[in-house]
């Protein structure tokens, strides 16, 4: 899978976006248009090994929720995920069996630098 998960409205993914200068063969998915499927998911987790990994405790309906003083198992996790989209830890870089989460700096140079190596 070659994919760039991102939301449209977020600025700073979008920011990352053209920070990396993805080419065609990497489809570009907005979550808010295409949420992920189960299958997606499940290809993601092989690569991140958990759930956790790609959700996001930024999210509002994380902190609505009082999910952060209950305790979460990796299935929870996942549902959480398929629920709604902005669970998802963004952008998300896929890459063959390369995986990058998020937007920090750190991760990002990593992404563009793998990017480049390609």
């Known amino acids: 899978m070659r994919a760039f998960f991102y939301l449209r409205g977020c600025e700073k993914c979008m920011q990352i976006m ?37 959700f996001s405790k930024r999210a509002q309906l994380y902190k609505q929720r009082g999910l952060k003083d209950k305790a979460l198992n990796d299935e929870d996790y996942r549902m959480l995920i398929l629920e709604h989209y902005t669970f998802l830890k963004r952008p998300l870089l896929v890459y063959d069996q390369a995986i990058y989460i998020g937007n920090s700096s750190k991760v990002v140079e990593a992404a563009k630098a793998f990017l480049n190596e390609q």
């Open 18 to 54: 053209k920070t990396l200068n993805l080419d065609s063969a990497i489809k570009q998915i907005d979550i808010k248009k295409n949420s992920l499927n189960e299958y997606q998911l499940d290809e993601l987790f092989k690569l991140s090994k958990k759930y956790e990994a790609l």
